[in-house]
């Protein structure tokens, strides 16, 4: 992501790459977040450009994260792609195999976002700047909020996850998957770590 901070790095444990390498134990900065109260479900939306591998990642990740947790079933996580074309294409392979490595299974076929995805939302969490002009586009029918994963990273990172498709000639592939699940790990534990002041 051309970061001089890669915040997530500091999670990781070099013996310990499961889920719970990304688990945050680090309070919470809660300043300025609406406040959902009284609903009994809240509905995560993750939001990417295909939504054919940073996107699902990202709602395993958080589902992974609720589970055995006070917020087990009061947590709906979905994930979509913004960019019609992409509409029922299958998942990456490459992200599949790479994620199930780490005990995330991604499967299933791509979906593009609707005004009725987005309308019923009470969170969108957009991963790269196509998704975020797509929010911005649509904002119109949005009734929750909507934040870039990159908010939760230390100033001066990129806010957005890298591409799976755009990487350097010399970059090594495996190292930029790595790269992508690490900030989606990162960026999703912080995430966890508000969803109780932000359902109520």
């Given at each position: 992501?051309?970061?001089?901070?890669?915040?997530?790095?500091?999670?990781?444990?070099?013996?310990?790459?499961?889920?719970?390498?990304?688990?945050?134990?680090?309070?919470?900065?809660?300043?300025?977040?609406?406040?959902?109260?009284?609903?009994?479900?809240?509905?995560?939306?993750?939001?990417?450009?295909?939504?054919?591998?940073?996107?699902?990642?990202?709602?395993?990740?958080?589902?992974?994260?609720?589970?055995?947790?006070?917020?087990?079933?009061?947590?709906?996580?979905?994930?979509?792609?913004?960019?019609?074309?992409?509409?029922?294409?299958?998942?990456?392979?490459?992200?599949?195999?790479?994620?199930?490595?780490?005990?995330?299974?991604?499967?299933?076929?791509?979906?593009?976002?609707?005004?009725?995805?987005?309308?019923?939302?009470?969170?969108?969490?957009?991963?790269?700047?196509?998704?975020?002009?797509?929010?911005?586009?649509?904002?119109?029918?949005?009734?929750?909020?909507?934040?870039?994963?990159?908010?939760?990273?230390?100033?001066?990172?990129?806010?957005?996850?890298?591409?799976?498709?755009e990487r350097g000639e010399d970059e090594d592939v495996d190292d930029h998957y790595d790269?992508?699940?690490?900030?989606?790990?990162?960026?999703?534990?912080?995430?966890?770590?508000?969803?109780?002041?932000?359902?109520?």
């Amino acid at each position: 992501m051309n970061n001089t901070n890669k915040p997530w790095e500091r999670e990781k444990s070099p013996n310990n790459t499961n889920e719970n390498s990304f688990r945050s134990k680090l309070p919470a900065d809660n300043a300025g977040n609406r406040f959902y109260s009284g609903s009994e479900l809240t509905k995560i939306l993750f939001l990417s450009k295909r939504g054919m591998s940073r996107s699902p990642l990202a709602r395993e990740m958080m589902r992974t994260l609720l589970e055995g947790t006070q917020l087990f079933g009061r947590v709906r996580t979905s994930s979509r792609g913004v960019t019609q074309a992409y509409d029922q294409c299958p998942i990456d392979a490459r992200m599949s195999k790479f994620s199930t490595e780490l005990g995330y299974f991604l499967q299933g076929f791509s979906r593009f976002a609707t005004i009725p995805d987005l309308a019923s939302a009470d969170i969108i969490i957009t991963l790269d700047q196509e998704s975020e002009e797509f929010v911005k586009l649509n904002n119109s029918y949005i009734r929750g909020i909507s934040r870039p994963l990159g908010i939760f990273f230390s100033p001066g990172s990129d806010p957005y996850i890298q591409d799976p498709y755009e990487r350097g000639e010399d970059e090594d592939v495996d190292d930029h998957y790595d790269e992508i699940v690490s900030s989606i790990g990162y960026g999703c534990s912080k995430l966890y770590a508000q969803l109780p002041s932000l359902i109520g």
